[in-house]
């Protein structure tokens, strides 16, 4: 495929996710929120013309058969070290394998429209444009689209901080390359963002019945 499209996911065991959520709402309860988002993602993922999604998963070895198989879909491993390193290998893996571009977007936006990653592989077919990111709330971002690998958006960035975006645009800037950005979106990691997800769903259904 001319695109590849990389889904990062983690193997939905209570305790091992949405742990800032799981703090209000308990580990199994985050657990299961959890599945359900992935879902959303994956499913949002397939309706993605021209792009090929590849489910990159933070779990043990064993796993990974089983959770290709209950998720029907193609799937890796993680590779080791932070999330900077782990995106970066699985960009390399990709690119590898044939795609002229590459994104990749998290399992915690379940209401991330389709459209946003369409916009994304636009951008990149741009001979203008090196690099997309998809802005969130919370001073990161939900999309990352590329080229090429360019290892300066995985070292030095402060992971886990309200500084991801800014930083990875300074990285940028001082390597001369030109970035588009897409609409904000919303991440889910706390109550406040589940309840703000909520709200927008009932938004949506009563603008459907309208």
């Keep these: 495929m001319k ?3 990389i889904v990062f996911a983690r193997e939905p065991i209570p305790g091992a996710v949405k ?3 799981a703090a209000s709402i308990g580990d199994h309860a985050a657990a299961e929120l959890y599945e359900t988002m992935l879902q959303d993602v994956l499913k949002t993922a397939r309706q993605v013309t021209g792009a090929e999604p590849v489910v990159y998963w933070a779990c043990a070895e064993e796993s990974l058969p089983l959770l290709a198989e ?4 193609s799937s890796h491993r993680q590779s ?3 999330l900077g390193q782990r995106m970066q290998g699985a960009f390399e893996e990709v690119f590898a394998a044939g795609c002229e571009y590459c994104c990749i977007i998290g399992s915690d936006a379940p209401d991330l429209p389709p459209s946003f990653i369409s ?3 636009q951008l990149l077919a ?6 997309v990111f998809g802005p969130s709330r919370d001073g990161g ?3 990352l689209g590329m080229k090429q690998v360019w290892p300066q958006f995985f070292t030095n960035i402060p992971w886990s901080s309200t500084e991801v975006l800014q930083q990875s645009l300074v990285a940028a800037r001082k390597s001369g390359l030109t970035v588009a950005l897409l609409p904000e979106w919303h991440d889910i990691d706390t109550v406040e963002d589940l309840l703000a997800f909520q709200e927008r769903k009932e938004l949506a259904g009563t603008l459907e019945t309208t």
């Design 80 to 82: 080791q070290g932070d």
């Design 3 to 5: 695109n590849g499209l």
């Design 19 to 21: 742990t800032r959520l």
């Design 119 to 121: 916009e994304a592989y």
């Design 141 to 143: 971002y939900y999309l």
């Design 126 to 131: 741009m001979q203008r444009t090196d690099v």
């Design 70 to 73: 209950r998720y029907r879909c």
